[in-house]
Each structure stands twice: as C-alpha cells, then as structure tokens.
C-alpha cells in the first residue's frame, strides 16, 4: 500500500441528514487522536417541506438534493468504508421518504442510514462524551435538532438513558410560531406543548440525576452565542455562566420585545438561524423549567462526531452491533449451541457461492448480516414455538438495537421471518434488483443451514458442497447420507417445494 493510499485509510467522513441542516464532517486519525479537517453546512430546512400528509415537497427535496451534490464531491476520495451517511427525525416521518433517499444515493454514490431516535440520541452522547474531560459524574446531554429533542444521560463515553421526543426547533416554530409573532402568548403555548412531550420521562430522569448538564447543536449554540454576547456588552466581570434559566428568560424578553421573527436580530444570532430561534428557545427553556437544570454548557461536538466514533469502533473490533447481539441472545435465553452450528453451515455455504453472487457491497455486508441472523434466528422462540419465525421478526423489527440502523434492522427482521414455511418473495420485492437477488440467496442458505441442523444432533455434519446458478442451488451430500437420514431428505422435498412457488429451483443427491 502506498503512502497516499494509507493516509486515505486514515481519513473518516460523516454526514447527518438532520431536519434543519445538513452537516458534513472530514476527520483524520493521527497518532489514535481524531482530527478535524474539514466542516461543511447547509440550512435547508427538510422538515418545513413536510405538507399536511407527511410528504416531503419536490422543492424541499431538490433544496437537499443540491446540497447533497456539493457534498458528494467532497467525499470523492475517501475510502467507502470509511464514510458513513444516517438521517434523522423528518426522513424517520416522511411518507415519501424513501423516494428522497433513493435520489440522495445515486447524487452520493453511497448508502443513507436511517437511524432510529434512541440510536440517534447515543450517538450524539458518544461525540459529546469524547469532546468533554473525563470524570465520574453522571452528564446530562441535550440536543434540540429541527425535528426532535435528544435527551441522554449517562457516564464516561456510556449512555445509560436515552429519549428522543417529537420536538425541535422547526416543528416547534410551525407549532408555536406560525404567524411570526414573538409575545407571550406564543411562548406560553410553545411551553405547554413540550411540557406535554417532556412529561413522559420527567420522573425517570430526575430521579436518575446529574452533575453537569451539556448542550450540542445549532439552536443551543446559538442560544449561547447570544447570551454570550450579552455578557460582553454588560458591565458584569463575573466569569461567563454559560446558559441558565435567567439568561433563557433574558433572551425571550428581548424576543417579545421584537414582535416579530422578521424583525428578530440579535447580536450572537445569525441571519441563518433566526428563523427558527424562538422554537429552540422555547424547547430549552421547558426543559430546564422541568428537568431543574440550573445551568449548561455548549459542545461543539454531536451526531456527525458520534457517528465518526462509532464508525471507527467498527475498526477496532468495538462494534456496539455485536454487544447487542450478545446483549439479544442472553436476554432472549438463545441455544447458543444451535446457533454455532447453523453459524458454521451458513459460512461454509456462503463462501462456496459468494463468487456467484452480484452483492452490493455499499449497500449490503452479506457476510456480516449472515453472521448476525444466524445469531437471532431463535429470539421468537421465547415467546412461543408456533410462528416463531414471525415473533422473532416482529421483536427484531421493533426493538431499540443500539447500532443498528433501521435498514439493517429490516434486512434482519425479513430474513429471521423468511427462515421456515412459505417464502415471503413479495416482502423482498421492496429492495433494488441486485439486493433482492442477493438477500434471496441469503434466505435460502438460512433456511437450508437451518434444515439441516433440525435434529440438533450432537454430530456435526458431513462436508456438503453446494453450488449456484441463477435462481437454483444444488446441494452434493457425501454418498449414502440421505439414504441414512430419511427425514431430512423429506424436509429438503418440501423445501424444495417452497421454493419452486417462487420460481428458484433446488436440487440435491
């Protein structure tokens, strides 16, 4: 490897597809420190493009779209592998969403992650956490993004709760704010509606406490900016105190002052932001009037950050996705047993026909997710045996795996809920040509490894080669072995069946 190809291994992009801005992030690794070497941002305001039925609008899409075009040139020469692209609150929400993230991935040229809430919320605690001196207290991390508010607290570089609630700064702008105005009748409505939202974890996080309270993203920077502002121009020579519920109450005086959004300028706030300050402003004041926070500091660090790290944990061996496969496979009380054996049939099946197969590496680690679903094919047991299958899906598809994204989450559900019975072929029509063929084939060889450890013998099997063409598989078994083993002969006949409903034919002597 040359010098140049090395030093390209070193660099890491990041791009958060919030619902307020897009960020991207270009950092290097020198000497295990991360560090920054280029930032790029665009306001463009995805969630106001939502129209009363949850869609996005052809002209809010093309706003991000463009921007996404000046991003993508930018990553251009950073390995794929070290990129990683996730969206957030209104791209969870859009009905349409899909349609905006298939147009964003042909302009990048790379697969968008849509990550869920209280995967989001980690992630911003691990680029907060990693931006903070190191300590003992338990922390308190707030980041009020365009569409929801992450509240996360925890220890070291360890979330112990995480919540995202449905409000942020533009969504409460579009609540509170509409008709532009800046009094106290707005401010009181907008603190009633996240008031409502922040009684759901209220108690759980008083009671869990904190020593230092910080906040990351543009509105609680912003609010800072400003305060920070007016500490210089006043004659105090107290140290600067960061945000407190006396400057918060400060800055909305001064905004009811202003009557009006149009007219907001304040010196500390730019153009950029204002119109959507009084909606973070608004949610920040409720949560400390709530919480009982008494004061916080900014962090320039958040999601982008967070995702680095994370990303980088993948390299390391730290990947949090296989704590939580270790953390799925204990509390659901998985035969770990079973799940070596199947293991070790999938691999050997896999490695013998990856070479026939067209896999989109960028889009899908088959290898990876093989490993993983052999891992969690049983979670459905714990609930019953009839339609396990399906229990096991509907768990994958529905819990809060730290790491996961809500693709991968998908890919897992459909292939856990695919292993036994009817193919469900029309489920799979969802992916892209290439990604159906592929995840089909991942299918088949699940239900096949699993087949054929039915008996859960304690012998392990025979050496069985398998080979592949399009649409079938043909399984070679040592000579006498299905004479040996009458059923499962019988359960390959009526796999075969199953399969030939969906017109991919399987042989086997």
């Keep these: 490897m040359t010098n140049s190809n090395k030093e390209k291994q070193n660099i890491f992009a990041a791009i958060d597809l919030g619902s307020n801005s897009f960020h991207l992030i270009v950092t290097e690794v020198k000497n295990d420190q991360l560090l920054i070497i280029d930032r790029m941002k665009?306001?463009?305001?995805?969630?106001?493009?939502?129209?009363?039925?949850?869609?996005?609008?052809?002209?809010?899409?093309?706003?991000?779209?463009?921007?996404?075009?000046?991003?993508?040139?930018?990553?251009?020469?950073?390995?794929?592998?070290?990129?990683?692209?996730?969206g957030t609150n209104t791209l969870r929400k859009a009905k349409n969403g899909a349609e905006f993230i298939s147009r964003a991935e042909v302009s990048l040229n790379h697969p968008i992650e849509i990550i869920a809430g209280r995967e989001e919320a980690r992630l911003i605690y691990l680029g907060v956490a990693h931006s903070q001196s190191v300590n003992t207290d338990n922390r308190l991390v707030i980041d009020i993004g365009g569409g929801s508010t992450e509240f996360i607290i925890g220890n070291g570089f360890t979330p112990s709760l995480t919540e995202s609630l449905h409000m942020g700064c533009v969504s409460m702008t579009l609540k509170a704010f509409a008709d532009g105005k800046l009094n106290e009748s707005n401010f009181k409505i907008a603190e009633l509606y996240a008031r409502l939202e922040l009684q759901s974890i209220e108690n759980n996080y008083k009671n869990?406490?904190?020593?230092?309270?910080?906040?990351?993203?543009?509105?609680?920077?912003?609010?800072?900016?400003?305060?920070?502002?007016?500490?210089?121009?006043?004659?105090?020579?107290?140290?600067?105190?960061?945000?407190?519920?006396?400057?918060?109450?400060?800055?909305?005086?001064?905004?009811?002052?202003?009557?009006?959004?149009?007219?907001?300028?304040?010196?500390?706030?730019?153009?950029?932001r204002q119109a959507v300050f009084a909606g973070g402003v608004a949610v920040l004041y409720a949560a400390f009037k709530v919480l009982n926070i008494k004061s916080m500091n900014a962090s320039d660090s958040a999601l982008r950050e967070g995702v680095i790290y994370d990303l980088q944990g993948r390299f390391k061996h730290e990947d949090v996705r296989q704590r939580t496969i270790n953390h799925l496979i204990k509390q659901y009380h998985v035969d770990t047993k079973q799940v070596s054996e199947v293991e070790q049939s999938l691999s050997s099946f896999y490695q013998q026909i990856q070479s026939?197969?067209?896999?989109?590496?960028?889009?899908?680690?088959?290898?990876?997710?093989?490993?993983?679903?052999?891992?969690?094919?049983?979670?459905?047991?714990?609930?019953?045996?009839?339609?396990?299958?399906?229990?096991?899906?509907y768990i994958i598809e529905n819990s809060d795996l730290p790491g996961f994204s809500r693709q991968e989450q998908h890919r897992l559900a459909l292939l856990i809920r695919a292993q036994r019975r009817k193919f469900p072929k029309k489920e799979f029509k969802q992916f892209s040509k290439t990604c159906d063929q592929t995840m089909t084939y991942l299918a088949i060889l699940l239900r096949l490894s699993i087949l054929l450890h039915r008996d859960r013998s304690e012998n392990s099997l025979p050496k069985i080669n398998i080979q592949a063409k399009p649409q079938k598989l043909s399984l070679q078994f040592p000579k006498g072995f299905l004479e040996q083993h009458p059923l499962t002969l019988v359960d390959l006949e009526l796999e075969a069946g199953y399969l030939k409903a969906i017109k991919f034919e399987l042989k086997f002597k």
């Design 42 to 86: 665009e306001m463009v305001r995805l969630a106001s493009g939502l129209d009363d039925k949850g869609k996005l609008s052809k002209e809010s899409q093309q706003i991000g779209l463009d921007c996404l075009a000046r991003f993508g040139q930018r990553l251009k020469n950073i390995p794929a592998e070290n990129i990683r692209i996730v």
């Design 208 to 272: 869990f406490g904190w020593v230092h309270a910080t906040g990351a993203s543009g509105s609680i920077k912003s609010i800072a900016k400003v305060l920070r502002a007016q500490h210089e121009q006043s004659e105090t020579t107290d140290p600067y105190p960061g945000i407190t519920t006396k400057g918060l109450q400060w800055i909305i005086k001064q905004m009811i002052k202003k009557k009006n959004i149009d007219s907001l300028e304040m010196e500390g706030l730019s153009p950029e």
């Design 356 to 393: 026939h197969l067209i896999i989109p590496q960028t889009q899908l680690n088959a290898e990876q997710i093989l490993n993983w679903v052999a891992s969690l094919h049983e979670v459905g047991l714990s609930i019953a045996h009839n339609q396990y299958h399906k229990h096991g899906a």
